[in-house]
Structures are given as structure tokens and as C-alpha cells.
């Protein structure tokens, strides 16, 4: 690098490069020079702002260091490392500060003062990162950094709204009510915090309706009427527990809160109008907009007013002050929302539909009114007019939990009102299926065979969703009666075989199946596959491979190619093995499988460069699977050595895979053994001193053993934390096929 930078003296990024490499060999003072002078060259390098201000921490500047971070996240706000790295030295130089304060208090007054506005300084660091946290969703992160803010400073009144904001959107109502409070003792006029306040106690008033949780807002009494019973006749819910709870003193002392707040914040909206949102104890003004003028002063009165009433369960002051607001600004949509859930809870549906209807007429997207529409259209007893709704919300947001639960609530409407209705127990069974439910949708499918019994469809259906249930007592007794209906149907006894041999080892039995299904379809080259299989477990290996071979022969896919190839290794014969996955590769060369298992081969053959170079192309195919290959890489490149020791080249790569499996001592020791062969190896150099970019896995430089060409390990990444994954199944869901009319899924051994 000091060669470059000799020739290229204004080379920024070689100058940070000669820096980190400077720094990780222990030469801080020199990492320093050289991120200083890469900053000189380009100052709006974020990488050298947060590697220099890392290592001016390590030389115990944090005042230094601090204004490298900050520098990186002016330059890139989003920059996660320089804001950890921020609040690192924040927190570390946090304690320090104390501590000098506490020991120069009485000596000086002036020392104590400056400390106190350093302790402020630094809890606005806290809660603006805070605030750049939760901007970017990470809610915990933001709740940690409030939490230091107000720890520095607890007067921070801004620290306590903002973070019992970020503990409300969590769930956590209790801490955010307590934290709001915390706020308005220490800054009583913010009309904001009041309604922040307000709309946290509102929220834990069961009062405002039982639907509150899956809904946009808090809405009225729309979803007992879906989540209940629904009547077949247009009907008034019955109130549910969580209704009847309303009336409990906890919950009529947050409505009575929410209104105090409320009213507090009408009164400062009115008394100052133009003022800032701002935290007296902060150095920081927080960004929040000037309250509106007179007209918009009044829609906010009104509406206010209307939550207010709402919140003590007085719906139709509520509906007179929402229809207000709507007449002061005719596209608040939100009042129209307001509103309907107000006529919702009166049981004025028809009223509640018509302004739901109108809201969608405005933003025919939003899926909580067409939800809300649906509710209401269900309590009238229109439950065909609902479905289309709920329909039409999970076209437009597929993973919305209201609707797709709603759903289900109106199928089962429906079959209440046509119990013997086929197609809508079939529909209401599909929604508990995609909705998780699966004991239910089992319960309708066997109340659909109950109504159509002699429909070998229906059973083999049904035994596929108890197949993938593994209740496979109840499988087998649907496939039965496939059997009884239709002897000759290969599928079922293929299932049945599948059954028998994965879950109780009745090898035997399973075989049995799997003939019998072979004399009705013998040109079935899965059923040779299966009996193969099963074979192979049994230990009968002549046998699998005849199975294996004649499934191949019908149909020469890849599958039935390993299997056989696998069976050979068992059989010890290597050759043929290598031969059978070598056909498998040609037929799937991205069988990450395959592949290794042919590397084992060679490599049990003694063939290890053959055996390096699949790992090696495994890799290039899917660099993700370095994890599963390290081991047998690493014993790859050890069985070169042990032919060559003075083989520098395989030195380096066993270093690139001890690099990246942790092994960090191991691969040093690798590199210097390459360097001691070779004293000019570049790539042992480099992986001495690695740069601190992220490197990729194979660099482009290749190096020469012998006649074959190999790519090298340069640059590793730091290896990260990926567990091994676990086995596959013996067994799994297989493709489908198709007999009898009917397509099937099936079992198939891995």
C-alpha cells in the first residue's frame, strides 16, 4: 500500500486502507495519521469519519471520537454502526463526567454547572437517536436510548413523551400513561402531551368498543356483533364480557381522565395558538408544527370534544361534534370513520353503513373501513354483502388479521343459516386452513363427507390434511376408505406405504403396499422409488438398487439418480456412486445435496483436489452453504497438505476457511506457514491484514498447484453467527400426481 500511495499520493482510499491495516496490527497512532489524511483527501468519507473516531476511542479520546461519530451520521443519518458507536462513548464518557464532577464539586461551582449542561447535552444526544430509531421502526432500540436520556437528564420532559409514545405503539399502555404523566408534571402546557394522555387513557377505557384491537381505532360495538354468534335475522348483538366491563370503576376512572386531558388541551390550543411545541428542559427545541389558526382551531374543538364524548360513551354528543367538524372541513375523512363507529354502537347500522360507504368513496384503499363496513353489514344480517367486503380488504392487504378473522366469523354465519350447504362448509374449511385453524377445518371437512359419504375426493382430501397433521391413524383410516370405494386406486396404498414405513418401522407392511400398488400401476417410477426407499431402510440394499434402477429406467430424474448413487456408497462402490452423482449433477447441477455427497466420495476415493473443487463449485453456486462444507473443506485442504506439505497455495485456502469458521489462531498460523514458503505470497499478506470492508468470500486472483487452477480465499468477512440448520425429515409432502380424476399429494422420503 505504501508503494501505491507513493506513486499515488492522493489516493483517499488507499490512505483509509493503509489505516485500518495500520490499526489491526496495533499501530493506532499511525491507523490515526492515515484516516486524517484520508479525511483531508475527501471529508465526506463517512467509513473514515466512524473508523477514526473508533480509534481515538481506543486511545481514550472521547471527546474525539465523538465528533468523528457525529460527523459519519451528519453525513449519513441512517448509519446504524456510527449511532451504536455514538451512544457508546456517550454512555462511556457519561460515568467519567460524574465522577470528575463529584470530585471537583467543591472546589468548584462553575465545574458542577458545566457538568450539569454536559450530562443535558448528551441525554438530547440520547433522545434524538432515539428518534432516529424509532423513525426506522426499531422500537426497543429507541425505548433503550429515551430510557439513557431521561436517565442523564430526568427533567427531560421531551425524553418521557416521545418514549411513552414509542411504548404505546409497543402494547406496553400502563408504562406509556405512566411516562406521559411524568411529561405533563414536568411541562403542564403542552397541549399535545395532554392528548397524547387523553388517547392512551381512551385506549384502556373498554368503554370506547370491543373491536378497538383489530381496527384502525377505537371502534364501537361492530366486531361482538361478527365475533359472536350473528343472528340470522337483522338483530342486536348482545353485549360481550369485554362490553359489560365498561361499566367497571377502573375503566369509568380512564374515560373521566381522558376527558380531564382533553379538555386541558382544548384550553391551551385555545389560550396559545401560535406557539411551539417545545421541552423546557431540554438545549434542543423539539420539531413539532405551530398549532393552526382560528378555523382550524374550531374543527380541532369540535372533533376533540366529540373523542371526549365518545370515550364516556356518549354517542350522540359524540356523532353532534363529529358532524361539526365535518361541516367546519368537509374532508376530514376521519370524521366520517368517527361517525359510523358511533351509529355502529347505537345500533344504527344503516347509518354506520352509509358513512362507511361514503368513507370508501374517498379512499376506497383503506382496508380498516372496508372491515368496519363489513362489521357492520354482518350485525344487519347481510353476511353475503360482509363476505364481499372482507374479500375485498384481503385483495388489497392479503395478511390483514381482522378481515381474514372476520372471514371466518361470517362462513360460519353462513353455515348456521344453510347447514347442509356443501360448497360453504368447504369455504369456511379452506379459511380455518389458511387461517391456521387446522383442527377446525378438519372438522368441517368430516362434516362435509358426513353429508357426501361415498366421495373418494372428499376422503382423500381429507386424509392429505391429516398427513400433513401427522395424524396418521386418521390418514390411514380415509385411505381405506379410498380403497373401499376404489381397490384398484394406487395412490392410496402408495400413502399408506409411505405411512406405514415412517411412522412405525413396519417395513414389511409398507413393502406389501408398495408391490400391490405396483401391480395396479407397474410404469409408475415413484412407486419403484418409494419401495426403494423403504427397501434401502430395511437394509435389504440388492434389493433398492433394483427398485432404484428401475425407477431410473422409467423416469431418469435426478431424485431417483442420487437415491441410487447413495445406495452404492452404502454398497462401498465408490466408482459407482461417483458415477451416479455425477448424472444426478447433470440433471440438477444446483443439488447443493448432491454435490457434497459426491465431494465424499472423492474424497473417500482419495481424489482430493476432485473433492475440493465441487465443494468449491457448491460454494460458486451458493455461497450461503459455506457453514455446511467448512468442516469437509477444511479436511480436504489438510489431506493436500499431508501429500505436499510445502504446498504454500493450500496453506492459504486452509487459512480462508479456518478464517471464516472463527478459528482465528489457526488460520494465522496457516498464513505465517505460507509466508515462511513463501515470503512474497500476497494472499497470505492480506489475510494478515485484512481491510476494514466487508470482503467477498472467493477474490479474483487465482494461484497455480501442479496443473490446476485454483481460486483463492482473500478477504474474509467476519464469519456470521449462522446455526447449522437441522436435518431434513426422513419423509415430506411430495409433488402431486393425479389418479382417479383426482390430484393427490403424497409423502416422499427425502
Known amino acids: 500500500m505504501r508503494e501505491s500511495l507513493r506513486l499515488n499520493p492522493n489516493d483517499a482510499i488507499t ?121 426506522k421502526g426499531d422500537w426497543d432500540g429507541a425505548i433503550f436510548e429515551f430510557r439513557e436520556a431521561v436517565r442523564l437528564n430526568p427533567n427531560h420532559s421531551g425524553a418521557h413523551d416521545d418514549l411513552g409514545e414509542t411504548l404505546d405503539a409497543k402494547g406496553d399502555r400502563d408504562g406509556a400513561i405512566a411516562e406521559f404523566r411524568e411529561a405533563l408534571r414536568l411541562n403542564p402546557n403542552d397541549a399535545a402531551g395532554q392528548q397524547d394522555l387523553a388517547k392512551a387513557l381512551t385506549e384502556k377505557a373498554p368503554t370506547v368498543v370491543t373491536a378497538a384491537a383489530s381496527s384502525p381505532a377505537p371502534s364501537p360495538s361492530v366486531a361482538p356483533a361478527v365475533a359472536a354468534a350473528p343472528p340470522s335475522t337483522a338483530s342486536q348483538p348482545t353485549p360481550s364480557a369485554e362490553t359489560a366491563a365498561s361499566s367497571s370503576p377502573a375503566a369509568q376512572d380512564n374515560a373521566t381522565a381522558a376527558v380531564d386531558s382533553l379538555a386541558k388541551a382544548l384550553a391551551l390550543i385555545a389560550a396559545h395558538p401560535a406557539e411551539v411545541r417545545s421541552d423546557p428542559n431540554s438545549d434542543t427545541p423539539r420539531a413539532q408544527p405551530p398549532y393552526f389558526p382560528k378555523a382550524q382551531r374550531e374543527y380541532d374543538k369540535h372533533s376533540t370534544r366529540g373523542e371526549a364524548l365518545y370515550a364516556q360513551g356518549d354517542m350522540d354528543g359524540a356523532i353532534r361534534e363529529f358532524r361539526t367538524a365535518l361541516r367546519l372541513e368537509p374532508r376530514a375523512n376521519g370524521m366520517r370513520i368517527s361517525i359510523g363507529k358511533a351509529l355502529s354502537s347505537k345500533g344504527d347500522y344503516d347509518g354506520a353503513i352509509a358513512e362507511f360507504r361514503e368513507a370508501l368513496g374517498f379512499a376506497p384503499s383503506n382496508v380498516g373501513v372496508r372491515n368496519l363496513l363489513a362489521d357492520a353489514l354482518g350485525a344487519k344480517g347481510d353476511w353475503d354483502g360482509a363476505i364481499a367486503q372482507y374479500r375485498e380488504a384481503l385483495r388489497l392487504k392479503p395478511d390483514d388479521p381482522t378481515a381474514k378473522d372476520h372471514l371466518v366469523t361470517a362462513y360460519r354465519a353462513e353455515v348456521r343459516l344453510d347447514p347442509k350447504n356443501i360448497a360453504w362448509h368447504r369455504t369456511l374449511g379452506d379459511a ?169 466420495a472423492l474424497l473417500i476415493k482419495g481424489d482430493t483436489y476432485g473433492a475440493i473443487a465441487e465443494y468449491r463449485e457448491a460454494l460458486r453456486r451458493n455461497p450461503s452453504d459455506f457453514v455446511l462444507v467448512q468442516s469437509d473443506l477444511a479436511t480436504a485442504y489438510r489431506a493436500v497438505l499431508r501429500l505436499n506439505p510445502n504446498d504454500a497455495h493450500a496453506h492459504d485456502d486452509l487459512a480462508g476457511v479456518l478464517y471464516q469458521t472463527g478459528a482465528r489462531n489457526g488460520a494465522i498460523r496457516e498464513y505465517r506457514e505460507a509466508l515462511r514458503l513463501n515470503p512474497a505470497d500476497p494472499i497470505a499478506r492480506a489475510g494478515l491484514a485484512p481491510p476494514p470492508e466487508l470482503p467477498k468470500l472467493f477474490g479474483s486472483t487465482t494461484a497455480q498447484t501442479g496443473n490446476a487452477s485454483r481460486g483463492t480465499f482473500i478477504n474474509r468477512p467476519e464469519p456470521a453467527a449462522k446455526p447449522k440448520p437441522a436435518p431434513a425429515p426422513m419423509w415430506t409432502m411430495g409433488t402431486c400426481r393425479e389418479a382417479n380424476g383426482y390430484v393427490y399429494s403424497c409423502l416422499k422420503h427425502n
Open 15 to 135: 490512505h483509509r486502507e493503509l489505516a485500518s491495516a495500520l490499526y489491526v496490527t496495533g499501530d493506532i497512532d499511525g491507523g490515526i495519521a492515515e484516516y486524517h489524511e484520508a479525511l483531508r483527501l475527501n471529508p465526506n468519507d463517512v467509513d473514515a469519519h466512524s473508523y477514526l473516531g473508533e480509534a481515538l476511542s481506543d486511545k481514550g479520546d472521547a471527546d474525539g471520537a465523538i465528533a468523528q461519530f457525529r460527523e459519519a451520521l451528519r453525513l449519513d443519518p441512517n448509519n446504524v454502526s456510527a449511532q451504536q458507536n455514538l451512544a457508546k462513548a456517550l454512555a462511556e464518557k457519561a460515568p467519567a463526567s460524574a465522577s470528575s464532577t463529584a470530585s471537583q464539586a467543591t472546589s468548584s461551582a462553575a465545574a458542577q454547572s458545566s457538568s450539569e449542561a454536559q450530562r443535558k447535552a448528551e441525554a438530547d444526544a440520547y433522545h434524538n437517536l432515539g428518534l432516529a430509531l424509532n423513525a
Open 432 to 600: 380455518l386452513m389458511a387461517n391456521g385453524d387446522k383442527n377446525g377445518a378438519i372438522a368441517e371437512y368430516r362434516e362435509i363427507i358426513r353429508l357426501v359419504p361415498n366421495n373418494i375426493a372428499l376422503h382423500s382430501e381429507l386424509a392429505n390434511v391429516l398427513l400433513q397433521e401427522h395424524d396418521w391413524d386418521g390418514a390411514i383410516a380415509e385411505l381405506r376408505q379410498v380403497l373401499r370405494l376404489d381397490p384398484n386406486d394406487s395412490v392410496a396404498r402408495d400413502n399408506i406405504g409411505i405411512v406405514l414405513a415412517y411412522d412405525e418401522g413396519k417395513w414389511d407392511a409398507a413393502i406389501a403396499e408398495f408391490r400391490e400398488a405396483l401391480r395396479l400401476d407397474p410404469m409408475d417410477a415413484a412407486l419403484h422409488h418409494d419401495l426403494a426407499n423403504t427397501l434401502r431402510d430395511k437394509g435389504d440394499l440388492d434389493g433398492a438398487m433394483a427398485e432404484y434402477r428401475e425407477a431410473v429406467r422409467l423416469d431418469p430424474n435426478y431424485a431417483n439418480a442420487r437415491w441410487l448413487a447413495n445406495t452404492l456408497v452404502q454398497k462401498q462402490d465408490y466408482d459407482g456412486a461417483i458415477a451416479g452423482y455425477r448424472e444426478a449433477l447433470r440433471l440438477d447441477p444446483n443439488d447443493w445435496d448432491t454435490r457434497n455427497n459426491l465431494a465424499h
